[in-house]
């Protein structure tokens, strides 16, 4: 399949050439040139799919020929090798538990996605490709994972330093071949400032292949419409109108949500539940979307003010917004509701939430206030361990530590320290 550039400014590309760009040269995002429903008989017998045949479905017309069937099938296999459970924790009310990955955030699945295209494309390619990517957390610990020991790609995180909880900085700093760790003195806006700078260095760019493994990246982005079909399959015998509450920061994961919808999917309404990084609700309110810088959160991995992904929200609602409206509700929470919610959620039914997850329950009750008959999921993003500060602090109860973390507890960290774009361009071009 081919893939244009949402800024309307570059030719259209392959799958493969759209992975390895990760975005187009002028600047805009990649999208699929076409999405067709799949067949009713799909969604009817869905139940009898299992997850790896239900993905490969959804995926193959966007990667196309361009890598072989049983490639595929096998990459799939190795990229879904856990469960994504649909918990119930209140009449109509469940959470999607997509924490049970390696390094238990959602984020896996898309960055082990991404890795396996980029290390069948690279066989037989002289180029390395570097992979260069800032985080806040969660996409650091991930795509270091995802990535580790692929051959032909080399991998270079930024990360601020002392900004990560202690377990997100081990995920991403312990691991040593192909994975470094860059530790950046400044904020998560200054290392994707870097990043960013990096991407339009003409000098760079002559020099190396490089790509980002960010939601902009189409392996990323794509795969995620997986979890909300894994949840369909799961609930669809309660016969009710179905809604998602996505808790949201870069908006790739709902907007994948929406792609598994445009596949067919029967979804009533999706909620984009976002902290007090509020420029989506703002325009859902007022159809004037305003950026602005990202204010710190609990939920820090959607501390976001410019979402990256809602360009492709509102290209699939052809802009518009009557449309958009209609598909799509918007709400914002503060800190304190997000803890409010976590203790009310335990208390009532025994569940912990992480603050992410807490946040997509709020929006779905605000949204079933007003149609209570729905069946309504939220999506668990992280598993509450990797903010254990917060969720101890709120919760009358001590959290095990899964082995997936423990694995990475008693590791030494290794990383570079740097300050400036230059020392970041000095690197990359000795490596
Ligand atoms: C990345 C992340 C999000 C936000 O996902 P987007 O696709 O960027 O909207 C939410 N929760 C957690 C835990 C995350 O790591």
């Not at 069948?120 to 800032?134: D, H, I, P, Q, R």
């Not at 204010?295 to 699939?316: E, K």
Request: aromatic fraction near 10%; charge should be negative.
């Amino acid at each position: 399949m081919n893939f244009y550039s949402l800024n309307k400014q570059a030719p259209k590309v392959s799958f493969k050439d759209a992975v390895i760009k990760g975005i187009a040269p002028d600047r805009g995002l990649y999208f699929p040139e076409s999405i067709t429903p799949l067949p009713d008989s799909f969604f009817d017998k869905i139940e009898e799919l299992t997850n790896q045949e239900i993905a490969f479905n959804a995926i193959h017309q966007f990667v196309g020929d361009e890598i072989p069937n049983e490639t595929l099938r096998a990459i799939l296999a190795n990229v879904l090798d856990f469960e994504f459970p649909v918990v119930q924790i209140e009449k109509n009310i469940a959470a999607l538990e997509l924490f049970h990955g390696p390094t238990m955030a959602f984020k896996d699945v898309g960055a082990r996605f991404m890795a396996n295209c980029l290390g069948y494309f690279s066989k037989g390619e002289t180029n390395e490709v570097t992979v260069l990517v800032a985080t806040s957390g969660d996409t650091g610990g991930a795509v270091a994972n995802g990535f580790l020991g692929v051959a032909g790609v080399n991998v270079i995180i930024l990360y601020p330093s002392g900004k990560v909880s202690d377990i997100q900085e081990r995920q991403l700093t312990t691991l040593g071949q192909n994975i470094t760790a860059l530790e950046v003195a400044g904020t998560f806006d200054d290392c994707q400032k870097m990043v960013k700078t990096a991407f339009l260095d003409e000098q760079l760019l002559s020099k190396m292949q490089l790509t980002s493994a960010n939601s902009i990246n189409v392996a990323r982005w794509l795969p995620q419409l997986f979890y909300f079909l894994f949840a369909y399959k799961q609930v669809k015998s309660q016969g009710k109108e179905i809604v998602f509450s996505v808790p949201s920061g870069n908006f790739g994961n709902i907007c994948a949500g929406m792609v598994a919808q445009k596949l067919g999917m029967p979804v009533k309404h999706f909620i984009a539940s976002t902290n007090i990084n509020d420029t989506v609700p703002e325009f859902m309110k007022t159809g004037e979307y305003n950026p602005k810088p990202s204010t710190p959160t609990i939920s820090n991995a959607m501390d976001v003010g410019d979402p990256s992904n809602f360009i492709r929200i509102r290209h699939l609602f052809q802009d518009d917004f009557e449309a958009l409206s209609e598909n799509l509700s918007s709400y914002t929470f503060s800190d304190s509701e997000t803890r409010e919610a976590m203790k009310g959620i335990y208390s009532a039914s025994n569940y912990i939430a992480d603050p992410h997850g807490a946040i997509g329950y709020l929006g779905l009750k605000k949204y079933q206030e007003k149609h209570p008959n729905t069946y309504g999921i939220f999506l668990e993003t992280a598993h509450p361990v990797k903010f254990l500060d917060v969720v101890e602090e709120v919760i009358p109860q001590k959290l095990s530590i899964p082995p997936q973390i423990q694995k990475v507890m008693g590791k030494d960290k290794k990383s570079i320290p740097i300050e400036t774009y230059q020392e970041l361009k000095d690197f990359l071009l000795s490596s």
